[in-house]
């Protein structure tokens, strides 16, 4: 349907945003075709999704604990505008198929860790938002399957730190989150304006309103993100993995805060409860447990990989055998 061929409602309802050239009935028309995920268990839910369904996003999915929860929220979108789709669903139903046809993700309940790397894989963008101590209210997306250079929330982790989102500022910083996400959104589905949360974290001072922005880069050796980058091997060195061989273990151990031979220990009573043939990914810093902890591993007849870095610490993958030595 042409923009001209529009009910004259439809004009009306959203001349504020056609009559600016950025948006234009092109835009307007974009945006009521767009389909955006939320994933929502917080109360910044009232101001992300009330922008978006006034600006005619065509299609909200929203994915809540429960549902019921938030049906205030959604009655009063609705109510705004009656034009849109909003469908609401559990979290714990089936991901893939909430994720199908999805154009970008907002999370909106520090929920990333689990989520970013399946948006990576299904090339999702993914933006998310969190607060710090010092009353920053900072949001931030990831996009890296489009651009290598891009970093992935992986790459440069955002805090997760959900009891934050209870503190005394709280209300103040996600209806400013929450306007920023909106707006977001809605650049990156009309591809205007300045792209910079997709390799920044850009912050707005609760109380003085003054901007920050903090430059994310990209980890080359990240587990998500990176593509392979061979490096020599330098002989008396520990021979490291050119990229990250782990997508996904059976479980994870970090060992960082641990000294040898402690650092061996917990990784070898971690393997004893796991069945023959799952893997235990590790985390351990460089040093004494980088040299000890593989090769004594390899001692012991498990199947241990290559070391990779991991922002100045490293990963491992140990594969547990049926009959280690
Ligand atoms: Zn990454």
Request: net charge negative; with cysteine; proline share 9%.
């Amino acid at each position: 349907m042409t923009p001209d061929a529009r009910a004259p409602e439809w004009a009306e309802r959203y001349s504020r945003q056609i009559i600016l050239k950025e948006i234009g009935g092109q835009g307007q028309t974009r945006l009521g075709e767009a389909v955006v995920g939320l994933v929502a268990d917080q109360e910044i839910l009232v101001t992300t999704l009330l922008y978006l369904a006034g600006a005619g996003i065509g299609t909200l999915r929203l994915r809540h604990p429960d549902p019921a929860r938030i049906a205030a929220t959604i009655a009063w979108a609705r109510d705004l505008n009656p034009t849109i789709r909003i469908e609401p669903s559990r979290t714990d139903g089936p991901l893939d198929s909430w994720l199908a046809g999805l154009e970008l993700l907002i999370d909106l309940d520090q929920a990333w860790p689990d989520l970013h790397r399946v948006c990576h894989a299904a090339r999702i963008p993914l933006l998310t938002t969190w607060s710090d101590a010092d009353g920053l209210a900072w949001i931030t997306g990831s996009k890296a399957y489009l651009d290598p250079a891009l970093p992935c929330l992986a790459c440069a982790p955002p805090p997760v730190n959900r009891s934050r989102l209870a503190e005394p500022w709280a209300g103040l910083w996600q209806g400013l989150a929450g306007t920023r996400l909106a707006t977001e959104a809605i650049k990156y589905l009309l591809d205007i304006g300045d792209a910079a949360v997709w390799d920044h974290a850009l912050g707005l001072d609760v109380t003085s309103g003054e901007p920050d922005r903090r430059a994310r880069r990209n980890n080359p050796a990240c587990p998500v993100c990176a593509r392979p980058t061979p490096r020599p091997d330098t002989p008396g060195m520990t021979r490291m993995a050119t990229t990250p061989l782990v997508r996904e273990a059976d479980a994870f151990l970090d060992i960082t805060a641990d000294t040898c031979p402690m650092t061996f220990v917990r990784v070898k009573l971690r393997l004893e409860s796991m069945a023959s043939g799952q893997t235990l990914r590790i985390r351990l810093s460089g040093g004494e447990p980088l040299m000890n902890v593989p090769r004594t591993l390899r001692d012991q007849g498990f199947k241990v990989s290559d070391p990779w870095n991991e922002d100045g610490l490293f990963g491992l993958l140990v594969e547990k055998t049926s009959d280690p030595g």
